[in-house]
């Protein structure tokens, strides 16, 4: 076993337990919004979701930059496995915010809100990532190409995250304003919590489906070797 | 459904996606190791100078070259 893989055991323990104490956080020791009732407390699970999903879209980016400057390959693997990650997170934002929709707004999605529109296409523009990527011969050409589309699609988060401050509408709420956070401190520190936690898990997430892959490579080379 | 019911499906949603990601990693080491097995018995079927080629010429990583068993 690698030295990277041996710290993966306590880094899940400790993503469980942070998920854990988030959750205790968030669901009874915040204080329950005046305004929105219990409901509110999506606000701990939904931000932190999509704060990650776009750490991973940024990570996927990054790891394709890499692949473009220096030519090595391991780039590829993590730029889409980093994507991946994202992908799935994008997803959960999408549906707890829908949820979240339902319970504060009345709708389960709205087209008026540029914020809720900039996400969506955020992800389907990921989610199109992979027909290309699938679309290509597993290759040189197919990492190249993967870590262009996975470059544009970068540009898409600073257009998405601050999309609520330059949008006229004020369906979507604005929590972190120039003046700091618009909550309490128990609140802010539910949600530091809760973003750390499942930040952690996405990394964990991330590094055991990367190890997966990996050894799925080095098998597949092995068994031709053999045969 | 009350504010309570939303506020318990938003977090279900989560929990279940997580479960079903790592089921699915889960039922893809079990794949994993299955393969490995066979590799393991086609490697033990062949002679040792070739074997030790094939391994070289695979290019394995440390996790996968430990698998090999103790020569008979």
């Known amino acids: ?227 | 459904m009350s504010g309570g019911e939303y506020l318990a499906a938003a977090y279900a949603v989560v929990f279940a996606v997580v479960l079903g990601y790592v089921a699915i990693i889960a039922a893809k080491l079990q794949r994993l190791q299955r393969e490995t097995r066979k590799l393991l018995e086609l490697a033990r079927a062949q002679p040792g100078e070739e074997r030790r080629s094939a391994v070289y010429a695979g290019g394995v990583s440390e996790a996968t070259a430990s698998e090999e068993p103790p020569s008979a």
């Open chain 1, 1 to 227: 076993m690698t030295a990277s893989l041996r710290s993966l055991p306590g880094l899940a323990l400790l993503a469980a337990v942070g998920m854990g104490a988030a959750l205790v956080l968030a669901l009874l020791v915040a204080p329950e919004d005046a305004d929105q009732g219990v409901s509110q407390r999506i606000f701990y699970i939904h931000v932190p979701v999509a704060l990650t999903a776009y750490l991973c879209f940024g990570l996927g980016a990054w790891k394709a930059l890499r692949l473009l400057w220096t030519g090595e390959q391991r780039y590829d693997l993590e730029s889409y496995v980093a994507i991946h990650q994202g992908t799935i997170f994008g997803l959960l934002t999408l549906v707890t915010g829908s949820i979240w929709a339902k319970a504060s707004w009345g709708v389960w999605w709205t087209w008026s809100s540029n914020q809720l529109v900039l996400f969506l296409v955020l992800v389907l523009f990921y989610c199109a990532y992979f027909m290309l990527r699938f679309s290509l011969e597993e290759g040189p050409r197919r990492a190249r190409s993967s870590a262009v589309y996975a470059l544009f699609g970068v540009v898409l988060i600073p257009v998405s995250f601050l999309a609520i401050r330059l949008a006229e509408d004020f369906i979507h709420p604005t929590v972190f304003t120039r003046e700091g956070p618009q909550m309490t401190g128990t609140m802010f520190a539910a949600f530091c919590a809760a973003w750390a936690a499942v930040t952690l898990l996405a990394y964990v997430l991330y590094r055991v489906e990367l190890a997966g892959k990996r050894l799925d490579a080095d098998l597949r080379e092995l068994r031709e070797a053999l045969q």
